[in-house]
């Protein structure tokens, strides 16, 4: 059960993108197309922002989107905006049972 | 609304015991695996344990097993985490979620700190 890499921190301009990477194995990332990714900032509840790798809950922007290649996954911020700040995660199926590893997050700043 | 509201966290000396709950609302808890996530001081989110609508099955990370207990009283809609033999490493703020994998209602989290 060993957390995923994701960079500690990432920063982009208003408009600008940005891409943040989730590096594990074939047994998680790469094993099953079951990779989400939530925004947390300190204090409240983090937010679904991509589910079964590139699938946006409804609410999240078009410019949000998630994809995965090999053992690696990735969520690509466009058009960067003041809300969308905040701390990073992904998170896996891991192993054939039930269980799950998140990544241990990305600092996204807005310069 | 589609809701999910921690309770029962507090301070806890190393070695003693805590008991989670979380309270559902919105939709219809019996369907759906839930979950406990917790982060600790200056880290970042960890998965703790997970159990099936039914509370067939259940699964818990390394660290707590043997340790916590995870349980649901699908006639009240809520979700419990049994914290036994507290660690100091276990403070955190523990929160419970919906779904085994994709994670789509979360709560606001309740605070737990093991401390002497």
């Known amino acids: 059960q060993s957390a995923l890499t994701q960079p500690p921190s990432a920063s982009g301009s208003p408009g600008q993108s940005v891409t943040i990477s989730c590096t594990g194995t074939s047994s998680d990332v790469g094993g099953y197309n079951y990779v989400s990714w939530y925004q947390h900032h300190p204090g409240k509840a983090p937010k679904l922002m991509i589910y079964e790798v590139n699938k946006r809950p409804p609410g999240v922007p078009g410019r949000i989107s998630g994809s995965k290649s090999g053992n690696t996954a990735s969520l690509t911020v466009s058009g960067l905006q003041a809300e969308d700040e905040g701390d990073y995660y992904c998170?896996?199926?891991?192993?054939?049972?039930?269980?799950?590893?998140f990544g241990g997050g990305t600092k996204l700043t807005v310069l | 609304e589609v809701q999910l509201v921690e309770s029962g966290g507090g301070l806890v000396q190393p070695g003693g015991s805590l008991r989670l709950s979380c309270a559902a609302s919105g939709f219809t808890f019996t369907n759906f695996w839930m979950t406990w996530v917790r982060q600790t001081p200056g880290k970042g989110l960890e998965w703790v344990a997970n159990i099936k609508s039914d509370g067939s099955e259940n699964n818990y990370v390394d660290s707590v097993k043997g340790r916590f207990s995870i349980s649901r009283d699908n006639a009240r809609d809520s979700l419990y985490l049994q914290m036994n033999s507290l660690r100091a490493e276990d403070t955190a703020v523990y929160f419970c979620?919906?779904?085994?994998?994709?994670?789509?209602?979360w709560g606001q989290g309740t605070t737990v700190t093991v401390s002497s």
């Open positions: 979620a919906r779904n085994r994998f994709t994670m789509d209602v």
């Open positions: 998170s896996s199926k891991a192993g054939s049972n039930n269980f799950v590893v």
